[in-house]
């Protein structure tokens, strides 16, 4: 196998693989860059000859894995897209809302390259998805050979798929993200157990040590209570949320502990893209069941959308809870501005549920010590850190000491590590460095094709 990471920027973003078996390419992943802009969010197609990719298999719908799709097909007509059941049910949304988002950065920052895709351009993808369900292998012929792609869930969020390709009587694997526990929406990876001649593994939480007091179970517990214990004492509660996944869990959590009388009854607030993704999640509860989730949760929880937010430096009048994107308080974002409204007060409690990346405004404020000043600089307002401001474990990556333990299990020949900060990866690779087995341990430089 050849294997080249087309991620220009390396680390995390805009991921996306060139994979060469003998006669045989395939992209895995096509995503864009969270904190790049314009065409610097994607990855170096330039490096792909026109009409020569078989396929592109999609792991899931975030977009760093998602969002450059179209640009990568632009040029490979012939493709197919390979994916989940639910993940096509999800994917022309998702991109959907990122070419909305890039139409509004277009005009509000001056960004003349976007949008990177057209609204038609997402209209031709739909008849090229190919669903493959989770466990069934689709086998390609060409020049004389065969190749097998077989998918397995991978956990992390609905659709979200490993993938296994077969060719010569070779095995190769990638985990794309996972997370091996259950969430209250969707169950864990579930895996092969079976050997691999090579892994390519994700290593998002390599310098992240997860403890016994850090369990999912104990991190939801400790997040009703701080929610629990701010609305009964007439404070106001935020949970950033990812649109996709987190938000949908955060609300069955909050309805499960709403029925044991665990927090008390209080407007419940959310936000745009969540809250439209939970239709969709009950079609493929209803359709596929690849997750756990329903609309009425929405209804017992009384759920009300956010039709404007509350202005910097002025809270809402009643005790209420927020569950709104972005997970980070990235700016124009209806978190950001409700936490600029919020974080002035003592009464109040911003509650972090998933990855901050350290230079964003939610990554800044955690690093904010209490009662120094913390500037919203879009919306021009400046306020000292009053709130409670705490952070829970329930990442959708799974911990490094789980990574570790299925690599060794699957005793390939050769490992190639992916999705992490270079600190991640060094840990990994000096981890698996100490091990008997004489792995092949490959940390791919961007653009380099490395023979595996």
């Known amino acids: 196998m050849k ?6 920027h390396g680390g995390i973003g805009a991921n996306c693989l060139l994979v060469e078996l003998g006669p045989f390419r395939f992209l895995i992943d096509a995503g864009i860059h969270p904190k790049k802009v314009g065409r610097e969010t994607l990855p170096d197609f330039d490096k792909l000859a026109p009409n020569s990719i078989d396929a592109l298999i999609l792991t899931h719908c975030h977009l760093d894995h998602l969002g450059a799709v179209p ?4 040029h490979q007509p012939e493709a197919m897209i390979i994916l989940s059941r639910p993940t096509q049910e999800l994917a022309v949304r998702m991109l959907r809302n990122s070419c909305n988002v890039m139409r509004r950065q277009r005009d509000e920052q001056r960004i003349p390259e976007y949008p990177l895709y057209s609204f038609a351009e997402l209209d031709r993808l739909e008849p090229i998805m190919f669903a ?16 097998q792609v077989t998918l397995y869930p991978s956990g992390h969020i609905v659709g979200a798929a490993a993938i296994k390709l077969t060719y010569k009587h070779r095995s190769i694997f990638f985990t794309g993200d996972v997370l091996f526990g259950d969430q209250k929406t969707l169950p864990g990876a579930a895996f092969p157990d079976e050997t691999f001649d090579t892994l390519v593994m994700e290593t998002t939480r390599g310098l992240t040590r997860r403890t016994d007091d850090t369990r999912r179970e104990e991190e939801v517990a400790r997040l009703i209570q701080t929610v629990s214990r701010t609305l009964e004492n007439g404070g106001s509660v935020l949970i950033p949320a990812f649109a ?63 039709k404007r937010a509350p202005a910097p430096g002025k809270p809402p009048s009643k005790p209420t809870l927020f569950v709104v994107s972005s997970g980070m308080l990235v700016e124009n ?19 972090f549920v998933g990855y901050c ?54 005793e390939p020949r050769a490992i190639v590590l992916t999705h992490g900060d270079p600190e991640a ?24 094709c490395y023979t595996v």
């Not at 493959?132 to 190749?147: C, D, I, M, Q, W």
């Not at 021009?380 to 009053?386: A, G, I, L, N, Q």
């Open 3 to 8: 294997l080249t990471d087309l991620n220009p």
């Open 333 to 351: 974002t209806p978190s950001y501005a409700i936490a600029a409204s919020l974080l002035g007060s003592p009464h109040n409690a911003l509650c």
């Open 357 to 410: 990346d350290p230079d964003t405004p939610g990554g800044k404020l955690l690093q904010t010590p209490q009662d120094e000043s913390f500037v919203f600089e879009t919306l021009d307002h400046v306020t000292p850190v009053r709130a409670t401001i705490e952070r829970f474990d329930l990442s959708g990556h799974a911990d490094r000491e789980e990574l570790l333990s299925f690599a060794r299990k699957c």
């Open 132 to 147: 493959l369900p989770y466990g069934h292998s689709r086998t390609f012929a060409k020049g004389g050979e065969e190749v």
């Open 71 to 74: 640009v990568a097909l632009r």
């Open 244 to 306: 996709l996944g987190r938000m949908q869990e955060i609300l069955a959590i909050l309805d499960e502990a709403r029925t044991k009388g665990d927090i008390p009854k209080v407007p419940v607030v959310c936000s745009g893209l969540g809250l439209d993704l939970v239709d969709y999640f009950d079609v493929i509860a209803r359709k596929i069941g690849a997750v756990k989730f329903r609309r009425n949760v929405l209804k017992r929880l009384g759920v009300q959308a956010l």
């Open 425 to 448: 990866r060094s840990w990994f690779h000096e981890q698996l460095e100490q091990d008997e087995a004489a792995y092949q341990i490959i940390d791919p430089a961007p653009g380099t």
